[in-house]
């Protein structure tokens, strides 16, 4: 129903830019469903780092805040995340997510959707 394959991953230095990209298959619109980026560094829990909801609403985590942002393409059913000023911390496996339209999980009171691509991994070096 909704497969997404991110891209861009890499390796770069503190302080460099890198982006990413994620691309979806599915036979629902883009625009009509909640797209967004998680990560999960080596021994850490995943979280949420950027996400645009199916109503538009824009999120972005308190720690990449003025340093990521993201954005979409629906006429190619592309979600971006340009990764600025970044830091070692930022290194880990980055994954791009979704819901299908009208459906938000949730998982210990934050969106958690039910599909996801394979990941792009980032690594910061200092």
């Known amino acids: 129903q909704l497969q997404l394959v991110e891209s861009g991953g890499g390796s770069v230095q503190a302080g460099e830019s890198l982006g990413l990209t994620c691309t979806a298959v599915?036979?629902?619109?883009?625009?009509?469903?909640?797209i967004g980026w998680f990560r999960q560094a080596p021994g850490k829990d995943r979280e949420g780092v950027a996400a645009?909801?199916?109503?538009?609403?824009?999120t972005v985590a308190d720690s990449v805040k003025g340093r990521f942002s993201v954005s979409k393409d629906n006429a190619k059913s592309s979600l971006y995340l340009q990764m600025n000023s970044v830091k070692p911390e930022d290194t880990a496996m980055y994954y791009c997510?979704?819901?299908?339209?009208?459906?938000?999980?949730?998982?210990?009171?934050?969106?958690?959707?039910?599909?996801w691509g394979q990941g792009t991994q980032v690594n910061v070096s200092s």
């Open positions: 599915s036979r629902y619109t883009c625009g009509t469903y909640s």
């Open positions: 645009i909801m199916a109503d538009g609403t824009t």
């Open positions: 997510a979704a819901d299908a339209p009208g459906v938000k999980r949730q998982r210990n009171g934050a969106w958690y959707p039910g599909h």
